[in-house]
C-alpha cells in the first residue's frame, strides 16, 4: 500500500498487470536522495523482490513494455522498511564479575529517534529494575545493582514511524563481595575460657568456607 511503514525487508513489490504486456521495469530510490535510483528491467511477471536498507523510505514506479515499446512510468509509491532489533554487546551474555554500576552497550540502529532498555531479575520481564529511553545505543547504570545477583536485559529501537523487536535477552552476574564474619563465641576479651571451647561466628552471606587465624 502507498506509505506502508514497517515493511520487512527484503520487500515484494507487485503491480497490476497491463494486457499484452510482455515485461516490465521497476524503478525504485531513497526518498530525497540523488543518486540512489535502481532500474530493473525485463521483469516477467506483476512482482520482484528486492533487498532494501532498513528505516528507510522509498520511493518505487513500473513501466510496461510490448515489442520493445515502453509505457509511461507508474504513478510513484513510497514506503518505510521495518527497523532491525538491535543487538546486545556488553557485558557479554552470561558475563560474571560485572560491576555494580555497569555501561550497557548494544548496536547503534541508523535514523532512529531513540531505544527502549529494561533491565529486569526475570527473563520474562514481567517486573523490570531498570526502563528508561536513551538516545544513545549506551547506558551507565546510575543506582548500583545488587552483590552476586543475575540480570537480565533487553533493548530495542524506535523509529518516527514503527519501532523494531526486542533484541537478544542477555543477561549478567555482578560481582561477589563477600562481608566480613562477626566473630560470636568466645566473647571479646573473655577470660577463663576453657580450652576445649569451640570458636563460632555468624555466617557471612555467600560464604561456602571459612579460614581460622589465631595470634
Known amino acids: 500500500a502507498d506509505l506502508a511503514t514497517c515493511v520487512p525487508t ?17 524503478s525504485y530510490s531513497i526518498v530525497g536522495q540523488q543518486g540512489t535510483e535502481t532500474v530493473t528491467t525485463g521483469i516477467v511477471g506483476t512482482q520482484t523482490t528486492v533487498t532494501l536498507a532498513p528505516n528507510t523510505n522509498y520511493t518505487w514506479k ?65 517486573t523490570t529494575v531498570i526502563n528508561i529511553e536513551s538516545v544513545n545505543p549506551t547506558y551507565t547504570v546510575a543506582t548500583a545493582l545488587a552483590n552476586y545477583t543475575t540480570y537480565y536485559w533487553r533493548v530495542k529501537a524506535h523509529g518516527t514511524n514503527c519501532s523494531s523487536a526486542w533484541s537478544n535477552v542477555s543477561s549478567f552476574t555482578t560481582v561477589l563481595t563477600l562481608n566480613a564474619p562477626v566473630l560470636a563465641t568466645p566473647a571479646n576479651n573473655a577470660t577463663n575460657v576453657n580450652l576445649a571451647t569451640a570458636l563460632g561466628w555468624n555466617a557471612a552471606q555467600y560464604a561456602t568456607a571459612y579460614d581460622v587465624q589465631i595470634d
Open 10 to 26: 527484503p520487500v515484494t513489490l507487485s503491480w497490476q498487470a497491463v494486457p499484452n504486456a510482455q515485461n516490465y521495469t521497476l
Open 62 to 126: 513500473v513501466k510496461s513494455f510490448v515489442g520493445g515499446v515502453g509505457s509511461a512510468f507508474s504513478a510513484e509509491r513510497t514506503f518505510t522498511t521495518s527497523i532491525p532489533a538491535p543487538a546486545t554487546t556488553l557485558p557479554a551474555n552470561q558475563a560474571t564479575q560485572v560491576a555494580y554500576l555497569p555501561t550497557l552497550t548494544w548496536t547503534a540502529v541508523p535514523n532512529i529517534v531513540d531505544y527502549d532498555l529494561q533491565v529486569s531479575l526475570v527473563p520474562t520481564f514481567e
